[in-house]
């Protein structure tokens, strides 16, 4: 993922537990926005895949699918006239943006966004706040950002959301996708379908008997 909290060049608890998080959020808003309903969530042995089995979205052309993940992940800034409407896809763009920015470490490169204005969004960050609705409230930290810079952020972000996720997997109806129980073999973990999306941990689930064994 091109923003998470770790610095690890592989996977570590800290990245999972983040992928997981966005992968419970991305399923809440398949089912919450979309009415999207037989979906299943598999731990890949190194990242998590959301498989959506409901007919007719199984049936359809690698044009709606992509135009599905581009609404998940928020991969388009909503226009000026709807940022103003605290509902629906602007709430879901402006989560992400505030769980972006929150998550930022300050050594990400990120195309749009130079190193002052990284430096301005961790130090102004906290200017963010929740209405008493639960919505984010922006104006404070736009205006410490400026205007033009908060549309190159806004549009760096939309970038960003869409590279959180693999979305040549999603469209692309000829991929095999791995099944579960079997071991992907760069880091010795399991494929396992997770149940319970609130207890589980790769670190207990999804290592094979051979390699506890050895640890
Ligand atoms: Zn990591």
Do not use: W
């Amino acid at each position: 993922m091109p923003i998470r909290s770790c610095n690890c060049d592989n996977v570590c608890e800290i990245c999972l537990g983040e992928a997981l998080e966005l992968a419970r959020i991305y399923i809440d808003t398949l089912k919450g926005d979309l009415g999207l309903k037989n979906i299943h969530l598999v731990y890949s042995g190194r990242g998590y895949h959301i498989r959506v089995l409901d007919q007719f979205i199984m049936e359809e052309e690698a044009e709606l699918r992509g135009e599905v993940l581009k609404y998940v992940v928020g991969a388009g800034v909503p226009t000026k006239e709807r940022r103003d409407i605290p509902l629906g896809y602007t709430n879901l763009f402006n989560n992400n943006l505030v769980r972006n920015i929150c998550h930022i470490t300050g050594k990400e490169k990120i195309e749009g966004i130079n190193p002052k204005l990284l430096k301005d969004i961790i130090k102004n960050r906290n200017q963010i706040e929740k209405d008493k609705n639960g919505n984010y409230q922006l104006g404070i930290f736009r205006s410490k950002i400026g205007p033009r810079r908060y549309e190159n952020l806004l549009d760096a972000m939309a970038r960003i959301n869409l590279s959180m996720a693999d979305g040549k997997v999603t469209i692309d109806l000829k991929r095999i996708l791995r099944l579960p129980s079997s071991l992907h073999s760069k880091v010795s973990m399991r494929c396992v379908e997770v149940k319970n999306s609130n207890t589980f941990d790769p670190f207990k689930h999804a290592i094979p008997k051979f390699v506890q064994e050895r640890i």
